[in-house]
């Protein structure tokens, strides 16, 4: 095990070394960089399976050190794929806004080309929709906060006319069956008022979500 672990920790960092050429490799080679890489990550994902197997087999006393060891391998290999693919998807996003640009100077318009007018009355049109949408969150979300600050407010009221309630009883020495009612009475209004807020935020999520 120890000869495949030092031989795949080696090529790790080979492909360490060679991903920082990706960026200075000029475009008819990145392609043919980027190939070997990904063949050589390929290669050590299989190596560390045969590490894994390996390392299942070491005698107890060493058998967690060693799987933490191939772990971290595999980490080290997982972190470099991704880097890869990042690298790949860059470059292609890259080219293809190079395409697009190229594309976009090589035609030739006139001075009454409708075609000219379309893209930039769809981004205008794009433009107002996407801050109307905004507007209509801002109000919304203004709207949502008074009808939840009216709620507190009702609350705070409910709890002050239920104490007193209980001080009036009090005084007139109502009996134990009234007490309970009206004490059924401020929790049912509590629960009202709480299933109300629980549905204005639903509801205030749902809007937001459909104008996003």
Not at 186 to 211: E, H, N, P, R, W
């Given at each position: 095990?120890?000869?495949?672990?030092?031989?795949?920790n080696?090529?790790?960092?080979?492909?360490?070394?060679?991903?920082?050429?990706?960026?200075?490799?000029?475009?008819?080679?990145?392609?043919?960089?980027?190939?070997?890489?990904?063949?050589?990550?390929?290669?050590?994902?299989?190596?560390?399976?045969r590490?894994?197997?390996?390392?299942?087999?070491?005698?107890?006393?060493?058998?967690?050190?060693?799987?933490?060891?191939?772990?971290?391998?595999?980490?080290?290999?997982?972190?470099?794929?991704?880097?890869?693919?990042?690298?790949?998807?860059?470059?292609?996003?890259?080219?293809?806004?190079?395409?697009?640009?190229?594309e976009?100077?090589?035609?030739?318009?006139?001075?009454?080309?409708?075609?000219?007018?379309?893209?930039?009355?769809?981004?205008?049109?794009?433009?107002?929709?996407?801050?109307?949408?905004?507007?209509?969150?801002?109000?919304?979300?203004?709207?949502?906060?008074?009808?939840?600050?009216?709620?507190?407010?009702?609350?705070?009221?409910?709890?002050?006319?239920?104490?007193?309630?209980?001080?009036?009883?009090?005084?007139?020495?109502?009996?134990?069956?009234?007490?309970?009612?009206?004490?059924?009475?401020?929790?049912?209004?509590?629960?009202?008022?709480?299933?109300?807020?629980?549905?204005?935020?639903?509801?205030?999520?749902?809007?937001v979500?459909?104008?996003?």
């Amino acid at each position: 095990m120890e000869t495949l672990y030092h031989q795949t920790n080696k090529q790790i960092h080979d492909v360490q070394s060679q991903m920082g050429k990706l960026e200075t490799t000029d475009r008819q080679s990145v392609h043919l960089l980027e190939n070997e890489l990904q063949a050589r990550i390929d290669q050590i994902f299989t190596q560390l399976e045969r590490l894994e197997i390996l390392a299942s087999k070491e005698p107890p006393n060493r058998r967690q050190n060693a799987k933490l060891r191939v772990d971290q391998l595999k980490y080290d290999v997982q972190h470099l794929q991704t880097a890869l693919r990042n690298f790949q998807h860059r470059r292609y996003a890259r080219e293809s806004q190079e395409r697009e640009r190229e594309e976009l100077m090589s035609r030739t318009f006139t001075t009454n080309d409708a075609d000219t007018s379309i893209p930039i009355d769809e981004t205008l049109q794009f433009n107002s929709s996407l801050h109307n949408a905004h507007r209509g969150m801002d109000d919304l979300i203004g709207s949502g906060s008074s009808i939840l600050n009216g709620l507190r407010d009702q609350r705070g009221t409910l709890k002050g006319t239920h104490k007193k309630m209980l001080d009036v009883a009090n005084m007139l020495g109502l009996s134990n069956t009234v007490m309970r009612l009206i004490e059924k009475r401020a929790s049912q209004d509590k629960l009202i008022m709480i299933t109300g807020m629980v549905v204005t935020c639903v509801v205030m999520f749902l809007v937001v979500k459909y104008l996003s």
